[in-house]
């Protein structure tokens, strides 16, 4: 029991992982982590609403139709990110909540929410879809922030605002624009598939992407199928 519990938290953060496995919420991914703060903001949000409409979701599954669960989903989870949206509003710094912007309204159509609200919160119980939503949460802010550090780094010497190298004066554009993102996330993902492969090797075995996380065996576009 414990291990299962175990294994719905710790899988979203390296191998289910939102960003580096499923390729989930690249929009944000590349748009907001131009620093690591605003990584960090957007992952945290995202976590917030993941939880609790894996949570409400998972309790309504049973009652909702089949044929309206989808319209169902996306109002549950605008409710969250409404909620999240008016305590960043009050709460966080005026720079961060400017900073994400509109990202955050585009949290109700995030494929990352919408997809384990469909392929895990309305198939198990509230419990494991809260520990569901939280490690792909987790995972999620950890890829953010990881990846804002190494680009607000390479683009001007700091991270989280600090600047690490004082001499560093003039600022490296292309890491903190739109290319430098898909170059940086390119040269992580061949990073970690490295290491997968490298596993599989000393195992005696052939590294296989995790099943059922594509397309086809997500579901979430079948809303008419169900009879």
Not at 27 to 51: D, H, K, Q, W, Y
Not at 188 to 194: D, E
């Amino acid at each position: 029991m414990k291990n299962s519990m175990f294994k719905d938290f710790s899988k979203g953060i390296w191998k289910e992982n939102p960003v580096l496995v499923l390729l989930l919420g690249t929009c944000p991914t590349l748009a907001l982590t131009s620093s690591a703060t605003n990584g960090f903001g957007m992952g945290i949000a995202t976590t917030c609403v993941l939880t609790g409409s894996n949570f409400v979701i998972s309790l309504i599954a049973s009652i909702t139709p089949k044929k309206i669960r989808i319209p169902v989903y996306i109002v549950v989870i605008a409710a969250f990110v409404t909620v999240v949206d008016l305590l960043l509003q009050a709460y966080a710094p005026a720079a961060l909540y400017e900073a994400l912007g509109i990202f955050i309204p585009l949290i109700v159509v995030n494929c990352i929410v919408l997809g384990r609200a469909e392929a895990f919160a309305s198939k198990n119980s509230p419990f494991r879809s809260v520990l569901d939503g939280l490690g792909m949460g987790l995972g999620f802010t950890l890829t953010l922030t990881m990846l804002g550090m190494i680009r607000e780094f390479l683009t001007c010497g700091a991270v989280f605002e600090i600047k690490l190298i004082p001499a560093w004066t003039t600022d490296f554009l292309l890491p903190g624009a739109a290319p430098g993102a898909f170059i940086i996330v390119g040269c992580i993902l061949a990073v970690k598939n490295y290491f997968n492969r490298r596993a599989a090797i000393r195992n005696h075995t052939l590294y296989v992407p995790p099943q059922g996380l594509n397309c086809r065996n997500c579901g979430i576009c079948r809303i008419s199928d169900d009879k």
